[in-house]
């Protein structure tokens, strides 16, 4: 008899050979219904596969939290989905057809790029096959029988071309379509039930520009109509939140193939927008006893392999540049050349901590294929400090970074206690190469961090494989508007950076030591945090925030001179204000000041300039009346200072 483990701690004992689907069954008629693969020790296997050690088994199913559950269930989707276009373009050229975080695409070669009619028979089709529950068989071949089995179609044998002599090619079969798979799989097409065309578009075979560009569809299926249906409401929400949307309706940013993918240039709004953030995060900064550089933005090859990231980071970054004597690249982070400015004297026990900020520009080697608007971009502009400390400043200070991101992401800018998790993420000890190589010192930086954790009495989770190289770090995960996490602020504790650049301290004791540093970044990068404040707030900054606070609308020429007399009155208070005086309706005016998302209207006619008023208009709460000016100013202000 086998003994199996399951996710509970309890365990099962089964017959060798018993396959996942009939543990499941043991355990229930429902749990066997519904289960779509299982989990043998780490890997991830077929319900039809048969267990033939002891082990451990997890049994997943389409839940909300079951990632690879949905996984299972999509990919099979993705078979008929291929399967359909197969019946509906004979001679059409199959690539690959995984699934992903939300769904699944297959790519196709085919002579022309799918129209919305196209896509429209592709789903009827689909729904057809469904409806004939076509069970999906699992078979193996050796290497020259599946190149024979895939002849046709040569982006199948090209896969198969470049995997090692004698290694198992499983294919899964359905009816009249058989396809080059590792599963898993369901055990037929009936299983699953509501689906969704949602798009298509061209994408190169493999990534590469070089290769032929194919043609993607993705899809979405779900067990039931009314999870389709509120993911497809959901889908819906992200298109008003787009941030890319957004950027282009406000004029915050934009981009050029001239300029390069990746490479977004912000508009006057967009850079007013940064601006301020970037000065409020300095000035927080300040008060809490940084100081801030400037560092160069190119640097020598050797700082890199002095700092160790370029034997763990050299793929993300750029190609190197020969000039003279030296190899130049363009900088991934900062931390070396601070490492740097602190080596730069010799310090003393007093002098710790010591708290080098910078807002720096960085730069990624990323995919053409990967970047998005502000999200994700070749070049940044990071929010990143370094504290150089003593051992025992390491709590104290990692409680203020924890401190600060709680006052910058829920005091000021009032994102709920309820949306924060605390990730501790630690290395992969499986998979060791991937970060610096010293055992004791990982071990003494990650009990560290938990502890400090445990005490600050702040509940966390842990994550392996999710530290940086050189060590653990604290992620703050948000939960976004549309119910994504994401990590933006993160606080990571480096014992490897000190060790390697050899810095050092005086201590009390008259002897050298070595301090321990606290890599922080609070907004992370000011792009990627733009753009998660505009998906956010769909764009309706807070006015402290907005790049124009206030719109005067004057209702006829004859309020013009009042308008701009009251415009200067707001520069002086420093409210940045723009005087609408074209020859429009107000009411015209109005609308396009509440597209533009503008935090007050202020609308001038003949009474307002007797009575030395102004009519506002709130975007958030309409008509709020008139008000003398000075009265208007102190309440703007007030909103202003509180980062209203």
């Known amino acids: 008899m086998i003994k199996v483990i399951l996710k509970d701690g309890s365990t099962m004992e089964i017959e060798e050979g018993t396959s996942i689907l009939e543990v499941a069954k043991k355990i ?35 839940k909300n939290d079951d990632l690879e ?59 057809k096959i469904i409806k004939e529950n076509i069970q999906i068989e699992r078979f193996s071949l050796p290497k020259q029988e599946a190149l024979k089995l895939m002849e046709g179609q040569p982006y199948k044998q090209e896969l198969i071309e470049e995997l090692p002599e004698g290694e198992e090619i499983s294919f899964y079969k359905q009816g009249d379509f058989t ?67 957004i950027g282009k309706d406000l004029e915050i940013f934009m981009t050029h193939p001239l300029v390069g993918s990746g490479l977004p240039m912000y508009l006057p709004n967009g850079a007013t927008i940064r601006r301020i953030l970037e000065r409020y995060i300095q000035d927080k900064e300040l008060a809490l006893g940084y100081s801030h550089v400037y560092t160069p933005s190119l640097a020598n090859v050797e700082l890199y392999k002095t700092s160790g990231h370029w034997d763990h980071y050299k793929d993300d970054m750029f190609p190197v540049m020969k000039m003279d004597n030296e190899e130049m690249v363009l900088r991934p982070m900062n931390c070396p050349h601070h490492m740097l400015v602190y080596k730069n004297k010799m310090h003393s026990y007093r002098d710790l901590p010591i708290k080098i900020g910078e807002l720096a520009h960085d730069f990624r080697y990323e995919d053409s294929g990967s970047v998005c608007g502000l999200e994700r971009v070749r070049q940044m502009c990071q929010n990143d400090a ?93 939960k976004t508007a549309l119910n994504h996490d994401i990590t933006i602020p993160t606080c990571q504790l480096d014992f490897a950076l000190p060790e390697r650049f050899e810095l050092e301290y005086i201590g009390k004791d008259g002897e050298k030591h070595r301090p321990v540093v606290i890599h922080r970044a609070i907004l992370g990068s000011s792009d990627r945090f733009i753009s998660f404040l505009l998906e956010e707030t769909k764009g309706v900054l807070p006015t402290w925030l907005a790049p124009i606070q206030v719109k005067i609308l004057p209702i006829t020429d004859n309020q013009h001179e009042y308008a701009y007399k009251v415009r200067d ?75 209203g």
């Open 28 to 62: 229930s008629e429902g749990l066997a219904r519904n289960v779509t693969c299982g989990e043998i020790n780490g890997e991830i296997r077929d319900i039809r596969y048969k267990i033939k050690e002891d082990c451990n088994l997890i049994l997943h199913t389409f």
């Open 569 to 643: 009155e707001l520069l002086k208070e420093g409210i940045r204000v723009e005087v609408d005086d074209r020859n429009e309706k107000t009411g015209y005016k109005i609308r396009e000041a509440q597209l533009q998302k503008t935090p007050y209207m202020l609308v001038v006619g003949a009474k307002e300039v007797e009575e030395n008023l102004v009519a506002i208009r709130s975007h958030k709460d309409g008509d709020l009346g008139t008000m003398k000016l000075n009265e208007f100013i102190e309440k703007i202000s007030t909103e202003i200072k509180n980062k």
């Open 69 to 127: 559950g949905k996984k299972a269930y999509w990919h099979t989707t993705s078979h008929i989905m291929a399967q359909a276009v197969k019946r509906l373009f004979p001679n059409v050229k199959f690539a690959i057809g995984p699934s992903i975080a939300e769904g699944f695409y297959y790519d196709f070669d085919i002579e022309k790029p799918f129209t919305d009619e196209d896509k429209t028979k592709i789903e009827e089709e689909m729904k």
């Open 386 to 478: 370094h504290l150089f400390v003593r051992p025992d400043q390491i709590k104290e200070e990692v409680g203020k970074v924890l401190k600060l991101i709680v006052e910058v992401y829920q005091k000021d800018f009032g994102f709920p206690a309820s949306s924060f998790k605390y990730r501790l993420s630690l290395r992969d000890k499986s998979n060791k190469e991937k970060y610096i190589d010293n055992d004791e010192m990982w071990e003494t930086a990650e009990s560290q961090l938990r502890e400090i954790l445990t005490e600050l009495e702040i509940p966390f989770y842990e994550a392996e494989g999710e530290a940086a190289f050189y060590g653990p770090k604290i992620d703050i995960q948000i």
């Open 179 to 245: 396809d080059l798979c590792a599963g898993p799989h369901l055990l037929s097409t009936g299983k699953i039930k509501s689906i969704k065309i949602l798009s298509s578009s061209g994408a190169y075979w493999r990534g590469s520009e070089k290769n032929k560009m194919l043609q993607r569809i993705y899809g979405i299926a779900f067990p039931k109509a009314s999870e389709l249906q509120e993911h497809l409401q959901l889908l819906e929400e992200a298109k008003q939140r787009d941030h890319r949307k």
